[in-house]
């Protein structure tokens, strides 16, 4: 079976998480394994893996990637950057699924081509020129968008849409600055009054990952939120509407997977503080009451960007 040799300074060979970087790569090979010492019954690695991490904290690494036999300048180079809230563990496995994708690309487990020239391995080297490449991780705008059941007047709950506009600030703080807009109707008219439920927000959110493929994302808002209500009377055709805007603050959970795609999905808790309760009234007399603690829930798509 093709063998994967992967080199790591003697430092990152002790790490924790060199184990993950290695079972990652095997696993992203159609056929082969990895391993960090040729076998001791003198069966021969048939691709060599050299991962150097370009600073101290694990943020940037470099593979090179190529035959035993091959020149220098026939390996492929990868380099990955990653942001400071990415889980270490998930740096590693990272760099393994990279390493087995280049091996697949190159096609290096299968046969060399007789009369290739000899060469020395390129020694790992922490001094390694970076080459220029772009990271999954290093998208810094996303825009999310779904279906909202909320919680709107006392006896009926309502149902709309939802619409996230983020950035990454901040510089390596994984924080991102987020504008959010509802709007939801009542799902049956109270008293020939129809409602509509409108917030508008702007906070800031943090993302943290918590597996290989999920995040979390916690985020805090100030709020504008209104209640219009309208009617019309049967008799005459009239028609009259009003709305109540209150400031208030918003206080958001998501769960994204996959975290690391350019498409996510998106599933989040929400509630909504005002600074007070909104009465409904038809003709003087209270028909409804919107509460001012309100709760929701989100489902959607994320697209970073």
Do not use: Y
């Amino acid at each position: 079976m093709p063998i994967v040799l992967v080199e790591l300074p003697a430092a990152d060979a002790a790490d924790v998480n060199a184990p993950a970087l290695v079972a990652a790569c095997s696993s992203g090979l159609r056929r082969g394994s990895c391993v960090v010492e040729e076998p001791p019954n003198g069966e021969r690695a048939t691709a060599v893996a050299i991962v150097v991490w370009l600073d101290p904290e694990h943020l940037r690494a470099r593979i090179d990637v190529g035959r035993r036999a091959e020149e220098r300048a026939g390996w492929q180079v990868r380099e990955l950057s990653f942001h400071e809230q990415d889980a270490p563990l998930e740096r590693w496995r990272s760099v393994g699924l990279a390493i087995a994708g280049v091996v697949g690309e190159a096609t290096l487990l299968e046969p060399a081509q007789r009369g290739a020239p000899k060469s020395a391995r390129p020694k790992p080297s922490a001094q390694s020129k970076p080459a220029p490449s772009v990271s999954p991780q290093s998208r810094d705008f996303r825009i999310a968008l779904g279906p909202a059941l909320e919680t709107g007047l006392a006896d009926r709950p309502s149902v709309g849409a939802w619409l996230d506009v983020a950035r990454r600030c901040c510089g390596s703080v994984p924080l991102e600055l987020t504008l959010t807009a509802t709007n939801a109707w009542s799902v049956r008219e109270t008293t020939a009054v129809a409602t509509r439920f409108t917030t508008l927000g702007a906070g800031l959110g943090v993302t943290l990952h918590v597996g290989e493929a999920v995040a979390v994302r916690a985020a805090a808002f100030v709020a504008l939120g209104a209640v219009d209500a309208s009617t019309s009377d049967p008799a005459t055709g009239a028609h009259d509407s009003k709305a109540r805007w209150l400031p208030g603050g918003l206080g958001r959970l998501q769960a994204i997977w996959p975290a690391t795609g350019a498409l996510s999905g998106v599933l989040g808790l929400e509630i909504t503080q005002l600074s007070g309760a909104t009465e409904l009234k038809v003709f003087g007399a209270p028909v409804a009451r919107s509460a001012a603690l309100r709760g929701g829930a989100q489902a959607g798509l994320e697209w970073k960007f």
